[in-house]
């Protein structure tokens, strides 16, 4: 099964991506730096993230998966540095994607 799944920190801030072999311990390539950055030393000692499934598919290609990731990352403005931790694609501030 491929999925595209939706990461959600304490903060509020999401992280959009795909995982090929819908692993359950699989909780994406955010740059740990930039959410370090938003949480104290005191928050980072117990904290809760949700993960859900977006999408999935058992017949969907490499290729296809990937564009679907950039479609929700779009959707959810996961791109956007104030809701987000995803830093491709782009975030366009005057197209709002």
């Not at 595209?4 to 819908?22: E, S």
């Not at 859900?52 to 290609?61: F, G, H, V």
Request: positive net charge; charged residues 30%.
């Amino acid at each position: 099964m491929k999925v595209i799944y939706k990461i959600t920190y304490p903060n509020g801030k999401i992280y959009v991506g795909k995982d090929l072999t819908d692993s359950i311990n699989y909780f994406g390539s955010a740059d740990s730096r930039l959410i370090a950055q938003d949480f104290s030393r005191e928050q980072r000692r117990d904290f809760t993230i949700r993960r859900e499934i977006l999408w999935e598919s058992e017949s969907a290609t490499d290729a296809e998966v990937a564009e679907i990731e950039v479609e929700f990352i779009n959707k959810h403005r996961a791109n956007d540095p104030a809701v987000g931790y995803n830093r491709w694609p782009k975030f366009n501030k005057k197209a709002g994607v």
